[in-house]
């Protein structure tokens, strides 16, 4: 189940690609089928528990890789997340250094983590355990998201941790830690997300963003960031549909 995605995202390839938040599986078919280049099933804010992230990944299968967003820093949603078969993890509120060493362990087999065993879809329900298992360590991808103040402040720590792949930013929780939610443009959450950009650069580390359009996209690219996060299929279901019905509506 794994893919070259790790290998990719080392290689500094761009990726374009979209959250699905919605617990369909067809809609992450759909987005696969249109060519993004990665998704991500969040299963933080959508309301996805694992099987659901599992559906989508099954329907998407081989035509993108699928990274799941976890609700939580805990080892026990990234266990679950890898072992439907994930191609990596998004994990949000990685504020430090510790907690990301947390993270990168939990995402490993012993000896350089603590991830547990299991016979799953990841493994194809073990016909293919020995291959998963020797493989995994390093072909799973860690992400990591910088959405807080905290994690500003704590990120040229976070960028040496051993075994973090890329920093994911998050600009709207980023603002609202600032006390500013939504204010994505305000210079003092700019500063912090340049600072984020700065450090992860340096350090070698891929970075990453959410953004809410191609035009924003386009730009985060040419700044470095290599893995975008360009909005989410229930965005993208409202905007148009509000488009056509208001394009539909007789003009008072």
Avoid at 100 to 106: I, K, M, N, S, T
Avoid at 223 to 252: C, H, R, V, W
Wanted: hydrophobic letters at 45%; charged letters at 20%; glycine letters at 10%.
């Amino acid at each position: 189940m794994l893919t070259d995605f790790k290998e990719r995202l080392a290689r500094g390839d761009a990726f374009i690609g979209a959250f699905a938040c919605l617990p369909c599986p067809e809609s992450a078919e759909l987005l696969a089928e249109i060519g993004y280049d990665w998704l991500i099933l969040d299963t933080e804010h959508g309301p996805h528990g694992a099987l659901e992230a599992q559906r989508a990944l099954q329907a998407v299968g081989r035509r993108c890789p699928c990274v799941v967003r976890v609700p939580a820093n805990d080892d026990v949603w990234i266990k679950k997340a890898l072992d439907i078969g994930g191609a990596g993890v998004l994990v949000p509120l990685v504020n430090t250094a510790a907690v990301a060493a947390q993270v990168a362990r939990a995402c490993k087999y012993a000896p350089a983590g603590t991830r547990g065993m299991g016979l799953s879809r990841a493994h194809r329900y073990g016909a293919g355990f020995q291959d998963y298992v020797a493989r995994a360590n390093d072909c799973i991808a860690v992400i990591v998201q910088a959405e807080h103040i905290e994690a500003v402040e704590n990120i040229e720590a976070i960028v040496r941790v051993p075994g973090i792949d890329a920093i994911f930013v998050g600009p709207y929780d980023l603002s609202a830690s600032m006390g500013k939610p939504g204010q994505i443009a305000d210079p003092g959450v700019q500063a912090a997300i340049r600072r984020v950009r700065d450090a992860t650069l340096k350090a070698g580390v891929r970075l990453g963003i959410y953004c809410s359009d191609a035009k924003a996209a386009r730009s985060f690219v040419r700044q470095g960031f290599t893995l975008i996060g360009m909005s989410t299929d229930l965005n993208y279901l409202a905007k148009a549909a509000g488009e056509a019905l208001a394009a539909a509506k007789p003009k008072a």
